[in-house]
């Protein structure tokens, strides 16, 4: 790839996660604050890891938007750090082209720091 292309990419994954964002806000601001607290201590984590019935499973993250523990986990970017998938309160979606581009920040910080 060329490297305009890859910053184009880049771009657009911004871009992508931009419109993700705002629509998880404006939602929240839909359903008001009160709602969300309830919806957060109601969610149930459909991801959750079981050794034998789901080894695959995921913890249920911080959300970026609504800093709700609520963000189910799919799963992981090319550097296995950023989980891939949706907050169960906003609804907003992490793609896995927003993953990467964020595990690779911090895959360069994590060999930054190493020295
Ligand atoms: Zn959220």
Partial sequence: MSEQHE????????????????????????IG???????AGRV??????????NPDGH???????CGFETFCVRSLDTFGRIGIGQCLVCTYIR?????????????LAWLGDKD
């Fill in 7 to 30: 910053d184009r990419a880049w771009q657009s994954a911004r871009e992508e996660d931009g419109h993700s964002v705002a629509r998880a806000v404006a939602f929240l601001q839909l």
């Fill in 33 to 39: 604050d009160e709602e969300a607290a309830e919806r």
């Fill in 44 to 53: 149930e984590n459909p991801n959750e890891y079981h050794p034998k019935h």
């Fill in 59 to 65: 913890d249920l993250e911080v959300c970026p938007v």
């Fill in 95 to 107: 793609s896995s082209r927003t993953a990467d581009d964020e595990g690779f920040s911090e895959h």
